[in-house]
């Protein structure tokens, strides 16, 4: 099927292209372009479901330069975690959760689930790719979809969670991962504790800025995304916690 019949899905096939070759600063501006067309403001669409065996094949191939590939895999977590996807009539809706916390059904085509299925599908096959690589993106990947994380990628997680020997934004995403594949509960103060080294995160858990009911273990993905995320791009800087917001330091215990 050709892209341009997709919904939102004109010239993917040339960015993904460009992704794989070229210089350096045009696989990267390509990267970013991908990102831009599959997930529209957090937003995934048909496009996104096809692309995604694509991305997996490009994330697990080290005929892939290093810096395409981890980008490829960090889009591929955060596809998984979409909030919002597109409607035939091109609208947007959003997840969405009752008070028990059960998310509430999508009148199809729902992109938001058929998204999440095919990166968890596909993931397995860039995982054992990476084998033990400490990087980022593998966190990122495990932390979208904990579900499918296999046992060498949480012992790189063991390894990596001690501050000790990792940059401080790395452990604290390795961190979030194993407490997410452990499925261990997810209480407020652990919810603090992940927030205080972004004042963007913090903010947004001190003001409540999640959708209703939105339960605790996804607030805690979209945390340990975006630090896995800062720590594969932004540098140890940001991985200096807030001294005003009264805590010591970042406590998570699988």
């Not at 892209?3 to 696989?27: K, Q, Y």
């Not at 009539?89 to 299925?117: C, H, M, V």
Request: some cysteine; charged content about 25%.
């Amino acid at each position: 099927m050709p892209w341009s019949v997709l919904a939102h899905g004109a010239g993917v096939d040339d960015l993904m292209r460009r992704v794989v070759h070229g210089e350096r600063v045009t696989r990267e501006v390509a990267c970013q372009a991908l990102a831009d067309r599959l997930l529209v403001d957090d937003t995934v669409s048909e496009a996104s479901v096809w692309a995604v065996p694509f991305l997996v094949e490009m994330g697990a191939s080290y005929r892939v330069p290093a810096d395409s590939r981890d980008r490829v895999i960090f889009l591929l977590a955060a596809l998984a975690l979409a909030s919002w996807g597109f409607t035939d009539d091109g609208k947007r809706t959003r997840r969405r959760w009752n008070a028990l916390g059960r998310e509430l059904p999508r009148r199809p085509p729902d992109w938001i689930t058929q998204t999440r299925y095919e990166v968890a599908k596909g993931a397995p096959k860039v995982f054992e790719a990476l084998a033990g690589a400490e990087v980022a993106c593998s966190m990122a990947l495990a932390i979208a979809v904990p579900e499918v994380v296999p046992r060498h990628v949480v012992a790189v997680a063991e390894d990596l969670s001690s501050a000790d020997r990792s940059p401080r934004l790395l452990a604290l995403a390795a961190r979030v991962a194993l407490h997410l594949v452990c499925d261990s509960p997810v209480t407020p103060a652990l919810l603090r504790a992940t927030a205080q080294c972004n004042p963007d995160l913090m903010r947004a858990y001190r003001d409540k800025a999640y959708p209703p009911h939105q339960p605790p273990a996804v607030t805690l993905q979209l945390m340990g995304y975006r630090y896995a995320f800062l720590a594969a791009y932004e540098g140890p800087s940001y991985g200096d916690c807030d001294p005003s917001s009264g805590e010591e330091g970042v406590t998570i215990t699988p």
